[in-house]
């Protein structure tokens, strides 16, 4: 099965400064890759998704860079604010319906 | 905006006991899941729900578990005899139709087993 690893698991950045999360996938079949961000003790909120036809996609300070060949995607934040800090789950999926696997978290600390 | 909405908020019980968790899925969806969180570690899959049946489930998900979709518009999970390790936060989900990712995730009961 499918099988998502996800780094750095801890990430502290100096308010203002950029955040770059990585994750790999295994299976190839594999085609939607949503971002999740879950405070403490709330439900994981999609933040960005991409799909395997697109490379890029951005949404005002985020955006996420997919390397299907690599089996790869990331999640850059740009002009971190205090307000960014979180657990930021990555996740895949191969069909619409069909289960999301979820990477390992990365908790954010965004630092005034 | 819609919402997955999940009751209850926080359940306690005994070890041995069953549970049963409740969700009301968004109306238009077709895809019903349920998702499980221990404490500090990443969101689980536990089964997927689809045209009244089960369409995929993990290895977690035992003889110890069920879900059903009573009438059209609740999705339930139910545990049968819950054990220490079965406390965790249980999400429920929805998703919508064929060909349409879009996840929705419920605000989660967190589920103490004593």
Redesign the interface.
Known sequence: GENVEQHPSTLSVQEGDSAVIKCTYSDSASN?F?W?KQEL??????II?I?SNVGEKKDQRIAVTLNKTAKHFSLHITETQPEDSAVY?C?A?TA??????????TRVLVKP | EPEVTQTPSHQVTQMGQEVILRCVPISNHLYFYWYRQILGQKVEFLVSFYNNEISEKSEIFDDQFSVERPDGSNFTLKIRSTKLEDSAMYFCASSGDRGLFGYTFGSGTRLTVV
């Open positions: 939607y949503p999740y003790g709330k439900r994981p909120q999609l998704d799909r789950f996740a999926s619409a319906g069909n289960k999301l696997t979820f990477g390992g978290g």
